[in-house]
């Protein structure tokens, strides 16, 4: 039976059919809800029931607690909807009309980026460009009908390719596909843009970026996108890996040799040879040693969930206001999981 859901404050409405959650439904009919994980883990999607019922599924405590439940909220990533509802939620204008479409991809290239990640570029069928907004990601089809999850990592306006930085993962499966099997010329089956984890050019406030591992794909292409556009808010950029050759990238520290930013390394584990003399630490406590005061800046946190987590916690602590912190968690509970590149 399908349902039909009001959503306040906009008064848009659309229908649920069966089997589709509440995101679901929303997003086949283009109605903007907030997403990241689509897992039940991250808690981006929470909004509030304000009349019908949902059952709210499976989902992590740290995404959903029982003091919101008691609230009426609801992770409609995870919604199952039982009548006609009425919802509260904070739509996100910015992805609506950009359509979430499945296409072949053809791989133009992998390349080994250090010991452990490959940077993979997907050419789409000719004249086909995929919409998106810098910071979001798209999903492999896998023929088992599992998905895996990656962020996008060049910016909308460089569109020839679509660049994914791939980790290797103990027992992940599509990362042991692409580090030993995967050939050049190899076509996969993508669907996206996902999520709503994007650089909001409306504000003006300082931008502090945190990358943990790949997380650097997207913040490379929010950096991107932003320097592009011609962004001139403050921009600092803090990259935390466990030891030197995790880093894979010297786009940052070119950036900050042309003034585009500050970027601040940070190693969790140096090793001796490293012969490090930067910061060490955990990454979320190395900005908050910088910037003690969040009230007055905009954080875009993306890595694991441990290191975005808590990271977030510890900044609205310090007064970041939870709406100016965007963060995109790189989960690992898809069946088989290698949800993004952590
Ligand atoms: S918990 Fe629903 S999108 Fe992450």
Sequence with gaps: MSYTVTVRPSNRTFTVEPGENLLQGALRNGVPFPYGCRD??????????LAGQVD????????????????????????????????????VGAIAGIP??????????????????????????????LQFLAGQYIDFLLKNGERRSYSIANSPHNDEF????????????????VFNELKEKAILRIEGPHGSFFLRDASPRPIILMAGGTGF??????????LYRGIDRPMYCYWGVR????FYSDLPVQWAQRNALQFVPVLSDPLPEDHWQGRTGL??????????????????????????????????????????????AFEFQHPGGDKTSA
């Design 217 to 226: 794909a997207p913040v490379k292409s929010l950096v991107e996108e932003a």
């Design 56 to 91: 709210r599924g499976q989902y992590s405590p740290r995404a959903l607690g029982a003091a919101e439940i008691n609230a009426g909220q609801a992770l409609f990533c995870q919604s199952q909807v039982l009548s006609d509802l009425v919802v509260e939620v904070a739509e």
């Design 283 to 328: 990454v979320h406590e190395t900005i908050l040693e910088d910037f003690p005061d969040l009230s007055g800046y905009d954080v875009y946190a993306c890595g694991a969930p441990a290191m975005v987590y808590t990271g977030r916690d510890a900044f609205i602590n310090h007064g970041l206001i939870s709406e100016n912190c965007f963060s995109d």
């Design 162 to 177: 679509i660049e994914l930085h791939i980790r290797k993962i103990a027992a992940g499966t599509f990362s042991d596909y």
């Design 100 to 129: 979430i479409r499945r296409l072949p991809a053809k791989v133009e290239s992998i390349t080994r980026a250090n010991h452990d990640v490959m940077v993979v570029k997907l050419r789409l069928p000719a004249n086909q460009r």
């Design 40 to 49: 039940g883990a991250c808690g981006t999607c929470k909004g509030k029931v």
């Design 243 to 246: 030891s030197r050759r995790d």
